[in-house]
């Protein structure tokens, strides 16, 4: 459990020596995928939701510090369960100095109301989706309502996402658009070596029939290229 083993502490300057900028950004890129953290608008399912596991522990008076040494403790020492279960997560997803900015950006924004200011506000947001891009790009990079956007756990080089999570889409330069849509509604039925069944199964129900097509279209003409 990642709230574990904390200890009260009442320093609330976490950051101090920490670059929160470089923390917020690695953070979208590393750990948005897995994890929802209200301050970056990530929305990731597989690992707990960091303002809600935190909230409760800053309620019974828990410093912020004590939240900055479990967040550092848990990228340094990740949790040891099999690689094919929901709760893996792999170790160096950071490393060096990011560690320290990782932790320190979510001991310090997390379950805290409001939002970022200045340069830190417009870091690690993603890929910006001008108005007039295709619909399949959007849906690509910001999904739809409940429905995780593919690009928070995949790569795609045409869509400027680096998320790990899942494969790197480029790979599908070859596939038509009818298999990629039954990759996405059935993701289950073939698994990319390497990586866990952790895809969510719902995107046949969360998306119409038209959303899917112009998705796998999306994908079919912009994979490897």
């Not at 900055?68 to 997803?93: E, F, N, T």
């Not at 494969?167 to 039925?189: C, F, H, T, Y």
């Not at 069944?197 to 719902?202: A, G, L």
Request: charged share 20%; glycine share 12%.
């Amino acid at each position: 459990m990642l709230a574990a083993g904390l200890t009260a502490c009442e320093n609330d300057n976490v950051a101090a020596n920490a670059d929160l900028i470089a923390g917020k950004k690695a953070f979208a890129e590393k750990c948005g995928s897995c994890h929802a953290l209200e301050r970056v608008g990530t929305t990731g399912a597989t690992g707990p939701n960091l303002d809600d596991v935190f909230r409760q522990s800053l309620k019974d008076g828990f410093g912020r510090d004590t939240i900055h040494g479990v967040v550092r403790g848990q990228i340094i020492h990740p949790a040891k369960v099999p690689k094919d279960s929901p709760a893996y997560m792999p170790p160096g997803l950071v490393t060096g100095k990011l560690v320290n900015d990782v932790a320190s950006y979510v001991a310090s924004v997390a379950a805290r109301p409001g939002e970022d200011k200045g340069k830190l506000a417009t870091a690690g947001g993603g890929p910006q989706v001008p108005e007039d891009a295709p619909p399949g790009l959007k849906l690509f990079v910001a999904g739809k309502d409940d429905a995780q956007a593919c690009g928070s756990c995949h790569a795609l080089d045409a869509a400027k996402t680096q998320a790990t999570t899942g494969p790197n889409l480029d790979i599908l330069k070859g596939m038509s658009a009818e298999e990629i849509v039954q990759a996405i509604v059935d993701p289950s039925a073939e698994l990319t070596p390497g990586f866990n069944d952790v895809m969510p199964k719902d995107y046949g129900e969360a998306f119409t029939d038209t959303e899917l097509q112009e998705l796998a279209e999306y994908l079919a003409e912009q994979a490897g290229g």
